[in-house]
């Protein structure tokens, strides 16, 4: 059962370019998304979201866009740097509110080149 | 900056064997929850907890599986009898209501022999 879905287990970008990360939904009734961000040996640490109202969320280095038509959301790293690194999950959470579970994708591995 | 914390990092047990895996929230959180990563796969819910009550639970979180607030500050996960599937990482997290994000911890790994 993948209601969400990264299909890229692995990206490897060069240090200064854009990383981009995509993930895919299937449930309709997803409103709220999130993209995390985990180191081996740590727990998955919360980066950026997006309610399915917007379309384009941003904060620093990071923007995340929605396409809800196509259930389509990425993750923008401008500039990527070293420190980023990590395997990225993207997450979402149904309505109505009080359903509180997040539904993690499996994760994509990215690797920045120096 | 607050975060979650969790004990231990590590525990390895006998199948069989009855585990407590501890979790103390960030403190002015009101939503608890436990998830779990099998090796390879996906980070999985396991169950939330609101007003010293289960508010959701999966299927993976059967009677062998409680949750506990025994005070201000500790959550508790509780395997009855583990069995040698349970092997996982364990995160807890907290939010501070439903419309906001989840903070997790770093983990437990829970090895069954």
């Known amino acids: 059962d993948q209601q969400v879905k990264q299909n890229s287990p692995s990206l490897s970008v060069q240090e200064g370019r854009i990383s981009i990360l995509n993930c895919d939904y299937t449930?309709?009734?997803?409103?709220?998304f999130l993209w995390y961000k985990k180191y081996p040996a740590e727990g998955p640490t919360f980066l950026i979201s997006?309610?399915?109202?917007?379309d384009k969320n941003e904060d620093g280095r990071f923007t995340v866009f929605l396409n809800k038509s196509a259930k389509h959301l990425s993750l923008h790293i401008v500039p990527s740097q070293p420190g980023d690194s990590a395997v990225y999950f993207c997450?979402?959470?149904?309505?109505?509110?009080?359903?509180?579970?997040?539904?993690f994708g499996t994760g994509t591995r990215l690797t920045i080149i120096p | 900056e607050p975060e979650v914390t969790q004990t231990p990092s590590h525990q390895v047990t006998q199948m069989g064997q009855e585990v407590i895996l501890r979790c103390v929230p960030i403190?002015?959180?009101?939503?608890f929850y436990w998830y779990r990563q099998i090796l390879g796969q996906k980070v999985e819910f396991l169950v939330s907890?609101?007003?010293?009550?289960?508010?959701?639970k999966s299927e993976i979180f059967d009677d062998q599986f409680s949750v506990e607030r025994p005070d201000g500050s500790n959550f508790t996960l509780k395997i009855r009898s583990t069995k040698l599937e349970d092997s996982a990482m364990y995160f807890c997290?907290?939010?501070?209501?439903?419309?906001?994000?989840?903070?997790f911890g770093p983990g437990t790994r829970l090895t069954v022999t």
């Open positions: 997006i309610s399915s109202i917007k």
């Open positions: 449930n309709s009734m997803f409103d709220y």
């Open positions: 907890f609101y007003n010293n009550e289960i508010s959701e």
């Open positions: 997450a979402a959470r149904e309505t109505p509110a009080g359903n509180e579970k997040l539904t």
């Open positions: 403190s002015n959180h009101l939503y």
């Open positions: 997290a907290s939010s501070e209501n439903t419309h906001y994000e989840q903070y």
